[in-house]
């Protein structure tokens, strides 16, 4: 499996922005999908966006207009722009690399995990 290591999160008020980065150690990222997904509690992870190989984007219905995913294959890196942020999505984010943008499957790569807090 290909390592991803996460940066960005912890608090942000309502209203505010964030950006999620999510760094692949192989040069295979370019070959893969890449999603974003959150967890809270004991929830099942809900996907939040996802972007195929080739740049079509897939958004959830609760943060289109206000979340933008996109990638950079030079960099290997996958990123979650959070605008407009509400406390409703305070949650833990994992990013995922794989050969479905929108769905998990067998053989995923998982990120560490990071919170998100929207709280005043």
């Known amino acids: 499996q290909v390592q991803l290591v996460q940066s960005g999160g912890g608090l942000v008020q309502p209203g505010g922005s964030m950006t999620l980065s999510c760094a692949a150690s192989e040069n295979i990222f370019s070959s893969y999908a890449m999603g974003w997904y959150r967890q809270t509690g004991g929830q099942y992870r809900e996907l939040v966006a996802g972007i195929t190989a080739g740049g079509i984007t897939y958004y959830a219905d609760s943060v289109k207009g206000r979340f933008t995913i996109s990638r950079n294959n030079e960099k290997t890196t996958a990123y979650l722009q959070m605008n407009s942020l509400k406390p409703v999505v305070t949650a833990v984010y994992y990013c995922?690399?794989?050969?479905?943008?929108?769905?998990?499957?067998?053989?995923?790569?998982w990120g560490q995990g990071t919170q998100v807090t929207v709280t005043s």
């Open positions: 995922k690399l794989g050969r479905q943008a929108t769905a998990i499957s067998r053989g995923d790569s």
